[in-house]
């Protein structure tokens, strides 16, 4: 009966809160086989389902979803993210606007617009949409790292270092607000900030690449050509494809080795501060 139905809907939330996607998924769709009809349970296996890449089958159960329930909002944003996940960004948007047309405090729906207009490359709607979604839920980590690499796309530094700080705060073991953190502020000029950021980040995930990447470039920055190369090599042993890290790691090498047979030549003179600027 619908009892048994939204019970198993329950215990599937609460696999997906421990990352247990398989079970997850059986536990939704036994809620299904129960109720055919439950549009929460359609709308969490979508979810599920993309979380797990299976992007066909996660679109197919938010349709459903929003078939059964034109006027569930939750349904209209996941579906809007399953959208994303299969490239039809314009579609993407107007899923995720019709969710926050339906219900405009659903913060969730306000940030996943956010998201995909950031995707679309609309930076400025993207960052309204995100301020909105954090006015009505203002502990949001993901939505804080969002703005901030909303803010950071758009150059606005000040703003991305403290949308980002405000995600650490709330997230401690978010790597990639550390990561866009340390971005922004070697940009800024912070290059002792921006390695500590970088660091935290490797404390917490030791194997994210574009983090080695990074670190590398500003130790770079900071004169540390040795430290540079050792941090871009090991981005470049994690990741061989990680775009741009062959240029970046040439730069290092060129120059580690005119620091070692010229020690002081380099005093006063640029380095190359920009060359991984793209590994964001």
């Not at 247990?20 to 389902?49: F, K, M, Q, T, W």
Request: overall charge negative; some cysteine; proline content about 4%.
């Amino acid at each position: 009966d619908a009892g048994n139905a939204m019970i198993r809907c329950n215990l599937a939330n609460a696999l997906m809160g421990n990352r247990d996607l398989d079970a997850a998924i059986d536990s939704y769709r036994e809620a299904l086989r129960i109720d055919p009809d439950l549009a929460p349970a359609h709308c969490n296996l979508g979810v599920a389902l993309r979380d797990k890449s299976d992007f066909g089958a996660a679109l197919q159960a938010c349709r459903e979803t929003v078939r059964i329930d034109p006027n569930f909002a939750p349904g209209h944003a996941s579906l809007g993210l399953a959208l994303h996940r299969i490239g039809d960004l314009d579609g993407a948007v107007q899923a995720c606007e019709q969710a926050v047309r339906i219900d405009p405090r659903y913060a969730l729906g306000h940030h996943s617009l956010g998201f995909v207009l950031f995707v679309k490359g609309d930076v400025d709607a993207a960052i309204d949409a995100l301020r909105a979604s954090l006015r009505l839920d203002p502990d949001n980590a993901p939505a804080h790292y969002d703005l901030g690499l909303a803010l950071f796309g758009k150059g606005d530094l000040d703003g991305a270092i403290a949308a980002c700080r405000s995600a650490v705060g709330l997230d401690p073991n978010h790597v990639r607000a550390f990561m866009v953190l340390g971005n922004a502020l070697r940009k800024a000029g912070d290059l002792d900030a921006a390695l500590a950021a970088y660091r935290e980040a490797l404390r917490i995930d030791p194997s994210d690449a574009r983090v080695h990447a990074n670190l590398g470039i500003a130790l770079g920055a900071k004169g540390d050509f040795d430290g540079s190369v050792e941090a871009l090599r090991r981005a470049a042993q994690l990741d061989p494809g990680l775009r741009g890290i062959g240029f970046a790691l040439a730069h290092a090498e060129r120059f580690a080795e005119l620091h070692a047979r010229l020690p002081g030549v380099l005093a006063g003179r640029d380095t190359p501060t920009t060359a991984a600027e793209w590994l964001t």
